[in-house]
């Protein structure tokens, strides 16, 4: 099946800064690629996602970049903001089309 | 986006008790709807996929007998977790997709403490 690494596991960047987080993925048949944000005990929340047929996505400060013959994706937020801070996980489908499989997650901290 | 609902929020049982969660999609028809569990500082992970109407498909791991899943309409699915052990206590995430194009949305969770 499916298998989603992300890294890193932590990041902590001053307000203001860019956070890049990577995941990389097992199933060259994949086609969903999103990025949720999730907060303790909240639910996850889908900031952006990507399709196999696009290479980058941008949604105001938040982009995501996709490199299908590598096998990864990037999630990037710029000019960081101290309610960035959360968990944020990718996540990817495999061959079965329609199930994620989501990565181990990255707890950003951003700094005031 | 669309939205979708758990109850109870939070239980706490004694060990040996059965436990139903339910999960609603309250403005679309979920013809797939996914049950994950998240221990503390982990990711989600997928127990279940179930479809209206046909049995649930479990993920490798976990036991079908210990975690029942019922998907009666398109707009329901319950999980019920049978003679509850403290080990099962943990996050429970249920989660509605449309079918292609693979989005799913999902519920608030349910905090399940066993005693």
């Known amino acids: 099946g499916e298998n989603v690494e992300q890294h890193p596991s932590t990041l902590s960047v001053q307000e203001g800064d860019s956070a890049v987080i990577k995941c990389t993925y097992s199933?060259?048949?994949?086609?969903?690629f999103p990025w949720y944000k999730q907060e303790l005990g909240k639910r996850p929340q889908l900031i952006i996602d990507?399709?196999?047929?696009?290479g980058e996505k941008k949604d105001q400060r938040i982009a995501v970049t996709l490199n299908k013959t590598a096998k990864h994706f990037s999630l990037h937020i710029t000019e960081t903001q101290p309610e960035d801070s959360a968990v944020y996980f990718c996540?990817?489908?495999?061959?079965?089309?329609?199930?994620?499989?989501f990565g181990g997650g990255t707890r950003v901290l951003v700094k005031p | 986006g669309a939205v979708v609902s758990q109850h109870p929020s939070r239980v706490i049982c004694k060990s040996g008790t059965s436990v139903k969660i339910e999960c609603r999609s309250l403005d679309f028809q979920a013809t797939t709807m996914f049950w994950y569990r998240q221990f503390p500082k982990q990711s989600l992970m997928l127990m279940a996929t179930s479809n209206e109407g046909s049995k649930a498909t479990y993920e490798q791991g976990v036991e079908k007998d210990k975690f029942l899943i019922n998907h009666a309409s398109l707009t329901l699915s319950t999980l019920t977790v049978t003679s509850a052990h403290p080990e099962d206590s943990s996050f429970y995430i249920c989660?509605?997709?449309?079918?292609?194009?693979?989005?799913?949305?999902f519920g608030p969770g349910t905090r399940l403490t066993v005693l």
């Open positions: 996540a990817a489908t495999g061959a079965a089309g329609n199930k994620l499989t």
């Open positions: 990507i399709r196999s047929n696009v």
């Open positions: 199933d060259s048949a994949s086609n969903y």
């Open positions: 989660s509605g997709g449309q079918g292609s194009p693979n989005e799913q949305f």
